[in-house]
């Protein structure tokens, strides 16, 4: 594997960019934060934030580009600071050594890389370090290994829960009737009663009626709407998506049956159910899985900001008043 691949390889997985150039010795660096001992520095805020609009560019475009890039920036100085608070945490739980050790043996075998002499070769061509990528990976995968042994393992939601909440929400299992049906329209002209048209759509009418009459034929000869190329061919439809006129007549003729004429504001319509479903509620076996994790991930969001709320709240926390506007983080002292 080419050095290029490798270092590639390790800004995708670090979620950071690329180390940057080596500043001179005597340049020190503005620092953005503190987080009990440990600082967060210009540079870093700065390649984080080219990493995240790099990932928001690829996915997103205009206007929602511009939101999503804003409501990246401003939560950018506090995620930053979150993933100091669960390393430390990590720190404390963890053997950071055999971590390490155990990420790297993984990122070898998943970039195919056979040895540490290899890596190291595609490591220096890119002005990285062995300790720079094991620090890096540490960072990605340190917090989630906190967040899953302190709030996502300890969450649990059992079968009276998810039979309370389902008692509680029935309108949110309602499955709603719906209908499709084939149509015959003659739309009436301008300033012309739909009265005008009646004698040719109660032939049309006539024409279906007749034994072995096929209804999709005759649209695609006789109607005006844009549902003749398909026959006639529309649906399917939920209560309130069509005329009150229509609606009364789709959802009570019989399936297969021709309907009367209907008038509404755009003409004349004859129409033949297809398919109709009734209202029904889905039973609590249907839902239960997907209603577990529904309220799984309630209960882990709420946790999670719990979880960091206190995490901040024992951590001494600064914040350089120059950037708080811009990229908002809170602080503990």
């Given at each position: 594997m080419s050095p290029r691949v490798v270092a590639t390889a390790i800004a995708v997985v670090a979620g950071l960019a690329i180390a940057a150039p080596p500043a001179r010795a005597e340049v020190i660096e503005e620092i953005v934060a503190k987080v009990n001992d440990d600082i967060i520095t210009m540079s870093e805020l700065q390649r984080e934030e080219q990493a995240v609009i790099a990932d928001l560019y690829r996915e997103y475009t205009g206007a929602e580009l511009?939101?999503?890039?804003?409501?990246a920036?401003?939560?950018l100085l506090q995620m930053l600071i979150d993933r100091k608070l669960l390393i430390h945490r990590a720190e404390r739980l963890y053997d950071i050594e055999k971590m390490e050790a155990a990420l790297l043996e993984n990122f070898m075998?998943?970039?195919?890389?056979?040895d540490l002499a290899e890596l190291n070769r595609a490591l220096a061509?890119?002005?990285l370090s062995l300790e720079e990528l094991k620090q890096r990976l540490v960072e990605m995968a340190a917090p989630q290994e906190v967040i899953r042994f302190e709030v996502a393992g300890r969450l649990s939601v059992g079968d009276q829960e998810i039979e309370a909440y389902y008692s509680a929400n029935p309108q949110e299992f309602l499955v709603p009737a719906e209908v499709s049906l084939r149509e015959i329209v003659l739309v009436t002209p301008p300033g012309e009663a739909p009265s005008a048209r009646m004698p040719e759509i109660e032939a049309i009418r006539e024409q279906l009626l007749?034994?072995?009459?096929?209804?999709a034929r005759i649209a695609e000869q006789e109607s005006d709407a844009g549902s003749a190329k398909v026959g006639g061919l529309i649906g399917p439809f939920k209560r309130g998506d069509l005329f009150p006129a229509l609606e009364d007549v789709a959802f009570s003729n019989p399936i297969g049956v021709i309907s009367p004429v209907i008038t509404t504001a755009n003409g004349l319509h004859v129409i033949r159910v297809e398919e109709r479903t009734e209202d029904r509620t889905l039973t609590v076996d249907?839902?239960?899985?997907?209603?577990?994790?529904?309220?799984?991930?309630e209960k882990y969001s709420k946790a999670l900001a719990e979880f960091l709320e206190k995490a901040r709240d024992e951590a001494d926390i600064w914040v350089n008043p120059k950037y708080r506007a811009k990229y908002g983080a809170e602080t503990s002292s």
């Open positions: 511009d939101g999503k890039v804003a409501m920036r401003a939560g075998a998943q970039q195919g890389i056979p061509a890119d002005g007749a034994e072995g009459a096929d209804f249907e839902v239960k899985e997907d209603l577990r994790a529904k309220l799984e991930d």
